[in-house]
């Protein structure tokens, strides 16, 4: 095998990690999606629903993992 046979080869393993990195993060967002449905928090706009994320992202943030 070549080195640019060796380069190519690594350059779509890299392309293919993307994009099930990709699918991955889609996947996430459909069941945060679904999360916050099931509890009712399509009821409540987008300004009121940002502050409230970032409240729990601060206080997840501060908890021990």
């Known amino acids: 095998?070549?080195?640019?046979?060796k380069e190519q080869k690594l350059l779509e393993k890299i392309e293919q990690a993307k994009k099930d990195l990709l699918a991955l993060q889609e996947r996430r967002k459909k069941e945060i999606g679904t999360l916050a449905y099931k509890h009712g928090l399509d009821r409540f706009d987008n300004e009121k629903l940002s502050l409230a994320f970032a409240n729990v992202a601060r206080e997840l943030a501060h908890e021990p993992a």
């Open 1 to 5: 095998m070549t080195v640019i046979s």
